[in-house]
């Protein structure tokens, strides 16, 4: 498949200059017409936007006019500069960066590392992360990294990327950090292995919420009782009126834990796998359900952003596939990240739900869990 960025560089870069073009035309527009007004301040903000905007946009065009080609195939990757069969690229992986917000990481850029001995004729990467690492006397990584694209320039789409590289580089794209999990190929079409006739199972964990909602509702009422009185005038039921400030707070509490817990009890810690996928829904929350085609690795550890010791079932989502918008995702070495379920909180634990992942899951799950006999 073959990939081009000019499409996206140039309208990006006219639409720039264009909007210099009009910034510099409304404010040339303005002065003709009313003078140059006394404070300059705001005159000032609109040239140095619209000559901002000229900049960026002139450097997006000329970036459009360089040569640039990408074709990933059953040979390899193809470059403008280079041709690299699979057995000269030691690994090809999308690496996300922290955006510095709450919102979804930035999108990723396209990273390849040779095989040993095989050198591109262009600059290897040399960023921030080696500096620091030779500062910090950490050895550096041995293999040499090149940053092919910003998938965001990608006139395609990630998602297209993703795939391809998921069909050709086998084993060698990397959609997990190394540290987590060795390599394997990602299947984009389902899940490797089928148990005919297994359907699909479920695992749900009811907890003490109900009992616990029980109590509150009635302990809810008993504190509501005085107010009604109060309201309704019952003579025979009034309580002194400095009780019913503590009564009306207690019976606000009570009423917010016994809709909580009524949540919980109705929506319980629930986990399902079958051929479609894999879902999975905390106490009360939203159900969060991956198809096996947005999965590319499934490993089971620590939480990704607070280790405790408790056994994640974690999923390395293919970079690119439309992901679950009720997901939390983390960042690991570049690699997005879901811990989508606490495995001790369901029904029989690791031991047993990880064999039936494993009998849908195929390889994606690295785990030393035997499959079922």
């Known amino acids: 498949m073959e990939f081009t960025i000019s499409r996206r560089l140039r309208r990006r870069g ?21 003078g140059m007004p006394e404070g300059t301040a705001g005159p000032l903000c609109v040239l140095g936007l619209a000559v901002l905007c000229a900049i960026r946009g002139t450097a997006e065009l000329r970036r459009a006019r360089k040569p640039f080609r990408l074709r990933i195939d059953g040979f390899g990757m193809t470059l403008h500069d280079a041709e690299l069969s699979w057995e ?117 964990a009811h907890g003490s919420a109900g009992p616990w909602a029980l109590l509150c509702l009635v302990a809810a009422l008993a504190c509501s009782e005085p107010l009604v009185a109060a309201v309704a005038g019952w ?42 996928g894999l879902a999975a829904q905390a106490p009360g929350g939203a159900e969060v359900r991956f ?12 939480h990704p952003s607070s280790p405790d010791g408790h056994d994640w079932l974690v999923i390395w989502p293919l970079p690119g596939a439309h992901l679950p918008p009720t997901a939390t995702f983390h960042l690991v070495d570049g690699h997005q990240s879901c811990p989508l379920t606490r495995l001790d909180l369901l029904p029989g634990g690791p031991a047993a739900i990880l064999p039936h992942v494993r009998a849908f899951a195929g390889e994606r799950l690295d785990s030393g869990f035997p499959p079922l006999p």
């Open 88 to 204: 000269q690229i030691d690994a090809v992986a999308l690496h996300y960066r922290e955006s510095g917000e709450d919102s979804a990481p930035a999108k990723p850029r396209l990273v390849l590392w040779t095989a040993p001995g095989v050198k591109l004729p262009r600059k290897a990467d040399r960023g921030y992360e080696a500096w620091f690492a030779e500062a910090l006397g950490v050895p550096r990584e041995e293999r040499s990294r090149y940053t092919l694209l910003d998938t965001d320039d990608l006139d395609q789409g990630v998602t297209a990327l993703g795939a391809a590289l998921a069909e050709h580089g086998g084993a060698r794209f990397e959609t997990a950090p190394r540290s987590v999990r060795t390599p394997t190929p990602v299947t984009v079409s389902g899940p490797e292995r089928r148990v005919p006739g297994m359907p699909a199972q479920v695992f749900t």
């Open 14 to 34: 006219a639409g720039l200059v264009w909007a210099a073009v009009a910034g510099f035309a409304g404010l040339a527009a303005w002065v003709a017409a009313r």
């Open 291 to 302: 198809s096996w085609a947005q999965v590319a690795a499934l490993t089971v550890g620590p």
């Open 235 to 276: 003579w025979w039921a009034l309580v002194p009126v400095v009780l019913l400030g503590p009564s009306f707070a207690a019976a606000a509490a009570l009423w917010w834990a016994t809709a909580r817990l009524y949540g919980r009890w109705h929506r319980p810690r629930r986990f399902s796998v079958g051929p479609d």
